[in-house]
Structures are given as C-alpha cells and as structure tokens.
C-alpha cells in the first residue's frame, strides 16, 4: 500500500476515554454537551420518525435548510448541513485546500482546525492566543499570498474565550477577497456579552469569502445525533453542496434538528444552567486558588500545573476531563458543565487530587 506519509504522521485525536478503555462508570465532563439532554420536542420527532428508517433521507436536507433559513431570515440556498461541524471543516478543507497551501488559525483552539489542514497536506500558520483569546491584528499579519484559508473559533474551544463585533469588523477588512474566513459558532447560544458581532448580515448582503459554522451537538443535545451546519452566499453553499458526501446528514438528524429549532423553552433552561454553572465554577475554582479563564461557553478552563496528571487524578474519581497540552495550552484542563450535583461533585474531587 503507498499510504501518504502526511496522514500517517497526523496525531490521533481521541475522546479521553477512548485512550484508556472503556468508560462505563465514568461522569463524562470533556465533551462539552447538554447535561439537561436533548429537547422533548426533538425526541418526540425522533419517536415519530423510527419506522421511516428503511428509507434513505433526502438528500439535500432541503426541510432542515428551510427550517435554518427562517430561523436568521436566510433562504434555504444560504445553508449547508453535515454530519457534525466536524465533517464541514473536512469538506471545507477538501474543497479549497491543495498541497502547500497555507491555512491561518490560533495555537489554542479547536484542535480539528490543525488535523484536517495536516490531512490536506496543507500547511497551519498557527499563531498564538493572547490572553486566551485570538489575536486578530496578529492573525492578520499572518496572512500570505499563499494563504487559502484562515480559522476562526468564536467563543474559542478550549479556552471560552471571545472576540466583540469591533474586532471581528476589523479583522475581516483586513483579509484578502480570495482567502475564505471559516468562523466557527459552535457555541454562539452560550454567549451574554453585548457587543458579540452578528454575522448574518454579512452573510445576506453576499460576501462571498465567509462561512459561519454552526451545531446542535451543544445547546441543542444531539451530539449523538452528529449535526452541523452552515451559513454563507449561495455561490459558495453550492460549491460545497458538490463536494459533500450524498446522504451525508441521516434522516433522524435531519427531523430532530427541525423539531429542535422550535423548543425555546428548552433553550432557554439550557442557556441558564451554562450560565448558573458558569459562575459556580468560576467562584469555586477561585476558592481552590486557581484562576479559571472567564468565558461564555458550557464549559470553563484552568491552569492546573500538570494537566495529565490531575486529568488522571479525577479520572480515579471517576470524571473524564480533557487536558489541553495537545492543543498548545500546556498546563490547563477543560471542564465540560454537568448538572448541579455533577458540578459540585467534580470540584471537590479536584480540590482532593490538587490536595487543597
């Protein structure tokens, strides 16, 4: 077999568990999803929608486009779905990368960003976070004629961190018509800054050099479901309809992300708890003498010291975090919120390993 030594060179990326075995009396706290689990609404489609499974889904998505279309006042042609964001970051790296390119992100974030640019055989230029957040003028700085893409996270994954509408305006003026800007909302439902910019806009006034990805495997609970999309002019949404997998989005993904879009109510409990939880880790980690990153996301970061360590230390208490040294932040963890109980539970667990 010539396999290629660039893919054979790609580190694994594995869910923590998955490294060491089975995790069957584990409390899952490295994944970032919903604690409160999937809408009611979204289930009952689900339920409904079981003795269709024989039938291949459409194709085109086209009920689930729709449905995301009205939910921002786009047309169905502005959207893109995938199995999971993961999948479209693949698909967009496919679709715009050739060997040698150049792909622009933060040293710091979604670790997805630097594997499918290395799958590629594309070059990163990663540049480094500041005070946990992107560098915009700095990422700027680092665009080059062979740039072809550049990544953006916001709110940031690991570190929760976000840039405001000022920052982002100036940034994407900076950046050359030809370069496609992939901003990454993963986690735009968490967020209660103010000034947080709106995209969308953007998006319906045609410029033609941006996406805004998006999921339900977060606020909305189907991270089982694996659902992702997209928003951006209809040129490029058409271009990436032809190099995306056919059927690539099941039919179950597809009702439930329908349903889901409608159960505000669930929404909105899920929004609070992030919220509530945010501020009991923020003040609990501070009693411990650690100084968590302030974000706006369901999870929250922390310099731990030794993050394998203490990341094997609470899995001896029976809690799955995730280190962040593979991810250029050596030194911190990621703490997925849980339900209150869970909450409680893991900073205890962290004050025994951390002997506090």
Known sequence: MRLKPHIQSLPAYKPPQLLTGPAVDLIKLSSNENPLGPSPRALAALHEALDQVHRYPDSSSLALRQALGAHVGLGYEHVTCSNGSDELILILCLAILEAGDEVVMAEGTFISYLLRTLELNAHPRRVPLRAYTHDLEAMAEAITPQTRMIFLCNPNNPTGTSNNAAEVDRFLRRVPDDVLVVID?????????????????????????????????????????????AYAEPGLIAYLERARPTFNVNLLAQVAGVAALTDREHLARSREH??????FFDQGLCTLGLEPILGETNFVAVAVGDDAAVTAGLREHGFTVTPLTGWGLPGLIRISFGTKAQNEAILQALRSVLGR
């Not at 953007?202 to 089982?224: E, S």
């Open 274 to 279: 992030a919220i509530a939880s945010r501020a």
């Open 185 to 229: 909302e993963a986690y735009l439902e968490f967020v209660t800054r103010p000034d947080y910019p709106d995209l969308i806009p953007l998006i319906r006034a045609g410029c033609p050099n941006l996406i805004v990805l998006r999921t339900f495997a977060k606020i909305y609970g189907l991270a089982g479901l694996r659902l992702g999309y």
